[in-house]
Structure formats: C-alpha cells, structure tokens
C-alpha cells in the first residue's frame, strides 16, 4: 500500500463507555411488594397472599357460570401488567386446577383433573404478551388473536367503555396504613376546607375506611364507575352518581374549583395534569414510603417545558 492511498474517514463515534452508557439489569428476583409479604420464600404465603389479594375464589366462580349446559366463556385471556406479571404463573395454574382446566399439552394432568373425573377440554386459558395499548385499557385486539370471549384485566384499570369483549377487572386489594393516612390528611388540611379523597382503582375500595376516620372533616369520595361490558372482581361500584374524571360522585354536581384533592398514589402525567387545572390544590400520597407531595411535579414541569420550547 503507497502512501498516497487514501483511507476513508471513521463515520461512526468510537463507542466506549465514556460515550455511551447502557442500562444493566441488577436482578432478575421480582419483589412483590403489593402482596406485602413477610417471608418471601414462604410458598405457601406467597399462595394464600395471591388468593386473598386477586380474590380468586369469586373470579372462579364467575368463569365456572354455564349457559344451557355449557360453559358461557370458553376461551378466556389474562391481562397484566407488568408489575404483577410475576404472579401470572401461579394464577394460571390455581385456574387450571380448579375449574379442571387440562393443561394444552395435556389432557390427561394429574394437576388438573381427579381419577374419578374428566378433564375440561371446553375452556382454555391465555396470557396475553405485549399489550397494544395502556397498561390500564384492556386490549381487544390482542384477546382476538385467539377469539377470546372474556378478558380479565388485572392491576389498575381506566374502566373505559369496552367496544366487543366482555371483561372482568381484577384490580386487586392492596393494603395501606389507613392511621398514616388520616394523620397526613389532619396535618394538610383544617376541618373547614373542602376536600376530595380520589386513588388509582386498586385503592378505591379503601377510601371509605379513611373518610369514615375524619367525621369533621367535608369530604368527598371519587368511586369507581361501572361498565356496562365489564364486571370488578373484589369490589361493587356504587349504582349512581355524578361522573366525572372517570370517577363516580354521589352529588348532582360539584365546583372541584373549591376542593382540595388528596391523591393515594401518584397519577400518570395525563390524568395529573387534569386534575392539577381543574382541582384548588393536588396532593399526591405514595403508600410505598408513606410521604406526600404537593409539587411542583417533576413531570408535569417538564410537559410544561416543552410546550414553552415548542
């Protein structure tokens, strides 16, 4: 090779790690914080944790109904998210085994199915992967990949209408220091201001038990509204009320302008920032660490530093 040769020039940024970082996995262990677990070796907490929590007992008796002899959903599909998809194996195989569901590869199981009986070769059951949509909306499209009948929604949800499917909700029943939070609600607000008590769905059925500790206090409380394709394991909505912000309230109407909202849980930066324009103030509680937060929100700050940009 001459010296006048010529060497086409680099195109690319050398990359080494003063350049690029990446992100590494530390563990592949999933913490199943929502069960709020005091052994997390303990199998058989973990099981009657699972149970107690997804209200399995009542989501069986729903799947067992029949309709002139014949199971009325036959082709069920399971949505979670990502944080309890570590729980979906076990739930399956509880499933299987007591609605006597043989597993696909096969029907004849000793897990599934007693020496005196056959195994149930009508219904089958599905996880659904990667969902098309928010973790919250139930996902028609993938459910009829396989011709799914029923969809049953774990974790939290939106309960928005649902076009085709039937779909049972399975929100979950999380627990949360009900003293902690009535002491936080007494050191942020005095009696006199007006106050509404709001949380992501899995929460909701607790919110009476706080208001019920604040008899002085002018609360409200945002349930959760009905469907009319869809059912809530664990959890009855109340039949009437005012809706708005997705959520039930038992007035005709109300001025949120003059209300205080106290959150249980953070919301997604869409809902937080409705809520933020429509509410006097906003705080948020995180029952994982116990503190609240009144803002600024670092993710509303930075939607509103682009739109400032843009």
């Not at 729980?87 to 199915?113: G, K, M």
């Not at 029943?173 to 007494?186: H, M």
């Not at 008590?197 to 899995?202: E, G, I, N, R, T």
Request: hydrophobic share 35%; proline share 6%.
């Amino acid at each position: 090779m001459s010296s006048d040769t010529v060497i086409a020039p680099s195109l690319s940024t050398a990359q080494d790690d003063g350049t690029f970082t990446y992100d590494k996995v530390k563990s592949t262990t999933k913490e199943r914080k929502h069960l709020n677990l005091k052994n997390p070796l303990d199998t058989s907490e973990i099981k009657s944790k699972i149970w107690n929590y997804y209200s399995l007992s009542e989501l069986i008796q729903y799947l067992s109904q029949k309709e002139n002899n014949e199971f009325k959903y036959k082709r069920i599909t399971l949505q979670f998210p990502d944080e309890l998809i570590c729980d979906s194996a076990t739930i399956v195989h509880d499933l299987q085994r007591e609605l006597n569901i043989a597993p696909q590869n096969s029907l004849h199981s000793s897990d599934c199915c007693q020496d005196t009986c056959e195994p149930n070769a009508t219904q089958r059951i599905w996880i659904l992967a990667d969902t098309s949509y928010s973790a919250c909306c139930v996902d028609e499209v993938a459910a009829e990949h396989v011709k799914s009948d029923l969809v049953v929604h774990f974790g939290d949800a939106c309960l928005n209408e649902i076009d085709k499917l039937q779909a049972v909700f399975v929100l979950g029943r999380p627990t949360l220091d009900v003293e902690a939070i009535v002491k936080q609600i007494s050191l942020a607000y005095s009696p006199e201001q007006k106050v509404v008590l709001m949380s992501d769905a899995p929460h909701t059925y607790l919110l009476p038990e706080i208001a019920k500790e604040l008899p002085d206090y002018d609360i409200l409380i945002a349930n959760l509204p009905k469907t009319s394709r869809g059912r809530i394991i664990g959890y009855t909505p109340p039949a009437t009320g005012y809706r708005k912000f997705n959520r039930v309230f038992n007035i005709e109407e109300v001025d949120f302008a003059e209300y205080e909202l106290f959150h249980v849980t953070s919301p997604e930066s869409p809902r937080l920032l409705q809520l933020a324009t429509n509410f006097a103030s906003v705080t948020t509680y995180d029952p994982i660490s116990g503190t609240i937060s009144t803002g600024p929100f670092p993710n509303l700050m930075r939607r509103y530093k682009y739109v400032h940009q843009a």
